[in-house]
Structures are given as structure tokens and as C-alpha cells.
Nanobody, 116 residues
Framework: QVQLVESGGGLVQPGGSLRLSCAAS????????LGWYRQAPGKQREEVAT????????WYADSVKGRFTVSGDNAKSTVDLQITSLNAADTAGYYC?????????WGQGTQVTVAS
């Protein structure tokens, strides 16, 4: 089992920045990918940024490239998401997600609201 706990969400003005953090615990050695997803009201959850530990690469959704930066430690115990140039379209619940070969795990989510 893997447990994920997010922190760092909040209300931010357009153009602002935010840093989200996720702490992973439990069977973290079984994780092969760790990253961030978001879900806006009425929309499906989408992947925004992921670290793939199998080939040491990072992936970003086109909508966040150049604005979001994902970082994590080699121990797979933390994964952060630095978000800049926030706009209203970034308003969503942000979820930390971990993939193992058996299943996917989710954190409880943290809300990011962009409004003036």
C-alpha cells in the first residue's frame, strides 16, 4: 500500500504562483511513476505532470508546459509541483498520484482556486 498526502493549495490571483507538495509513504519502493493530476468541476481528471522513475523522465500536459515544474527525490518519498503564471483555467482539485505495477494510488487532493 502507498499513502499520499498533498499540501499547498489555496486561493491565488491570476498570474500568481503556488507550490504543491506530496508526501508518499508505505511501499514507496514499488512506485514507478509519481506525479500530479487535476480535476475541474464537471470535467474528467487529467494528468498534468509526472516523473517516470523507470527511465528518469518527466512528462507534462501541453496546457502546462513552461508554467509547471514537477520535481521529486530519488527515494520517491516526495513530489512537488511548482506552478507559475496561474490563470482561471488552472482552477481545480489537484491530486498526487502514484503508479505501481499493481494499481494506481491517489491522495485526497488539494484545491487550487485562481481568482482576483
Amino acid at each position: 500500500q502507498v499513502q499520499l498526502v498533498e499540501s499547498g493549495g489555496g486561493l491565488v490571483q491570476p498570474g500568481g504562483s503556488l507550490r504543491l507538495s506530496c508526501a508518499a509513504s508505505g511501499s514507496i519502493s514499488s512506485i514507478y511513476a509519481l506525479g500530479w493530476y487535476r480535476q475541474a468541476p464537471g470535467k474528467q481528471r487529467e494528468e498534468v505532470a509526472t516523473i517516470d522513475y523507470l527511465d528518469a523522465t518527466t512528462w507534462y500536459a501541453d496546457s502546462v508546459k513552461g508554467r509547471f515544474t514537477v520535481s521529486g527525490d530519488n527515494a520517491k518519498s516526495t513530489v512537488d509541483l511548482q506552478i507559475t503564471s496561474l490563470n482561471a483555467a488552472d482552477t481545480a482539485g489537484y491530486y498526487c498520484g502514484a503508479r505501481t505495477f499493481d494499481r494506481r494510488y491517489w491522495g485526497q487532493g488539494t484545491q487550487v482556486t485562481v481568482a482576483s
